[in-house]
C-alpha cells in the first residue's frame, strides 16, 4: 500500500505565500514520481506541478509564481506558492506514482488553499 498525504494549506490574502508538503512512502514498493494538482469549486481537477528527471514543469497557470521541490530520499514533495491570486482557492492534491506498466495512480486527501480578495 501507498500512503500520501498533504498539509501546508491555509488561508492567506492575496499576494500571500503558503508552502505545501506531501508526504509519501510505502512498505512494498517505491515512489519513482510524484505531482502536484489541484481542483477548483465546480473544476475538474488539474495539473500543477511536477518534478523530474528532466527538471520541474508547470502548468501555464503559475506564471513563476510557484516553485516545486522534491526530497528524494523520504520522499517528499513540496510546493512554494508565492504571489496568490484568488484563482488559486482549490484542494491541492498530491499524486505519487509506483512502478509497473498499468499501476495505479496514489493520491492523498488533498489541502485547502483559499485566498481573500
Known amino acids: 500500500q501507498v500512503y500520501v498525504a498533504e498539509s501546508g494549506g491555509g488561508v492567506v490574502n492575496t499576494g500571500g505565500s503558503l508552502r505545501l508538503s506531501c508526504d509519501a512512502s510505502?512498505?512494498?514498493?517505491?515512489?519513482?514520481?510524484m505531482g502536484w494538482y489541484r481542483q477548483r469549486l465546480g473544476k475538474p481537477r488539474e495539473f500543477v506541478a511536477d518534478i523530474g528527471a528532466g527538471g520541474p514543469k508547470y502548468a501555464d497557470f503559475v506564471e513563476g509564481r510557484f516553485t516545486v521541490s522534491r526530497d528524494y530520499e523520504k520522499p517528499m514533495l513540496f510546493l512554494q506558492m508565492d504571489n496568490l491570486k484568488p484563482e488559486d482557492t482549490a484542494v491541492y492534491y498530491c499524486k505519487a506514482l509506483i512502478p509497473g506498466y498499468g499501476s495505479p495512480d496514489f493520491w492523498g486527501q488533498g489541502t485547502q488553499v483559499t485566498v481573500s480578495p
Open positions: 510505502s512498505s512494498s514498493t517505491r515512489i519513482i514520481g
